[in-house]
């Protein structure tokens, strides 16, 4: 059966598939930070059980477009090259999608 519908019912429905698609980004966002939670504490426990391991960590922070590059361990180069890569990869991706946004606006 074909119904027509109002664009006050049309426009009803277009809230309602927003709310559920803000619902669903909001869950994974909170559901990223539920795991990256539980592998803290995996690792923590993991740790606190095996007491002859080793750790090594770093960081790269860009501040504007200068790198601060940050590290501890005996793994740390292979550590910092890694997020290193990563930063990169995501300066670019975001430079592609911005130039992507503004040819869809023109």
Do not use: H, Q
Request: proline share 2%; hydrophobic share 55%.
């Amino acid at each position: 059966m074909n119904v027509m519908r109002s664009s006050a019912e049309k426009s009803g429905d277009t809230a309602e598939d927003d709310a559920t698609v803000f619902s669903r980004l909001y869950m994974l966002l909170i559901s990223g930070f539920v795991l990256f939670f539980i592998g803290i504490l995996i690792i923590l426990f993991a740790v606190m059980l095996n007491n002859s391991g080793s750790a090594s960590g770093g960081v790269v922070v860009f501040i504007g477009p200068f790198p601060i590059y940050i590290g501890a361990g005996s793994d740390v180069s292979v550590i910092i090259a890694f997020s290193v890569i990563l930063a990169v990869l995501s300066i670019v991706v975001f430079f592609a999608v911005n130039r992507k946004m503004k040819s869809l606006d023109d």
